[in-house]
T-cell receptor, first 116, second 114 residues
Framework: GNSVTQMEGPVTLSEEAFLTINCTYTATGYPSLFWYVQYPGEGLQLLLK?????DKGSNKGFEATYRKETTSFHLEKGSVQVSDSAVYFCALTPFYSGAGSYQLTFGKGTKLSVIP | ETGVTQTPRHLVMGMTNKKSLKCEQHLGHNAMYWYKQSAKKPLELMFVYNFKEQTENNSVPSRFSPECPNSSHLFLHLHTLQPEDSALYLC?????????????FGDGTRLSIL
């Protein structure tokens, strides 16, 4: 079956530090890949996505590149802010769906805390 | 109003109570989902509805009963819950036949069982 593995947290960084959250996946074909963010007390928001190999998703200074050869979709940001403190989820939808709906498979989430 | 709206945001109930969670989406999507998010556990998909028809029930106990009267509304009826059912319940919607389109989530209902 499909699975997503992301680095264990929590991750604590100082403001303006470089961020990498690793994500690797197991799936057949070419799944679509997503990063979601969950701020305290809120639901999940889509941060960025990539739907084919070598695509780069980007939003709010965050980037992730779909690497088919390493089955990875690592999240990066060059300079984090206190407001980036949240839980980050890597997820995929499969290339094929027998049921007709493309259900998300999530990683366990990585909690990021950014301190001033 | 746009997006996915869940009510109530917080709910405290006893184990013998009956309550319902409501979800409404204004995105024109045709699939809706219920998820359970517990502390220190991965997100759990509970139910999936495509075009109002339930297509997934991931071994959810019968004390949770979903209802989808139309493609914009989704309910989760609760009765005789257990303390371990305390969690954040998230609703999401999407276009069921487009794998490149993301699911959109509401802010959730924080449920506490006394």
């Amino acid at each position: 079956g499909n699975s997503v593995t992301q680095m264990e947290g929590p991750v604590t960084l100082s403001e303006e530090a470089f961020l990498t959250i690793n994500c690797t996946y197991t799936a057949t074909g070419y799944p679509s890949l997503f990063w979601y963010v969950q701020y305290p007390g809120e639901g999940l928001q889509l941060l960025l996505k990539a739907t084919k190999a070598d695509d780069k998703g980007s939003n709010k200074g965050f980037e992730a590149t779909y690497r088919k050869e390493t089955t990875s979709f690592h999240l990066e940001k060059g300079s984090v802010q206190v407001s980036d403190s949240a839980v980050y989820f890597c997820a995929l939808t499969p290339f094929y769906s027998g049921a007709g709906s493309y259900q998300l498979t999530f990683g366990k989430g990585t909690k990021l805390s950014v301190i001033p | 109003e746009t997006g996915v709206t869940q009510t109530p945001r917080h709910l405290v109930m006893g184990m013998t109570n009956k309550k319902s969670l409501k979800c409404e989406q204004h995105l024109g999507h045709n699939a809706m989902y219920w998820y359970k998010q517990s502390a220190k556990k991965p997100l759990e998909l509970m139910f999936v509805y495509n075009f109002k028809e339930q297509t997934e029930n991931n071994s959810v106990p019968s004390r949770f009963s979903p209802e989808c009267p139309n493609s914009s509304h989704l309910f989760l009826h609760l009765h005789t819950l257990q303390p371990e059912d305390s969690a954040l319940y998230l609703c999401a919607s999407s276009q069921f036949d487009d794998r490149s389109q993301p699911q959109h989530f509401g802010d959730g209902t924080r449920l506490s069982i006394l």
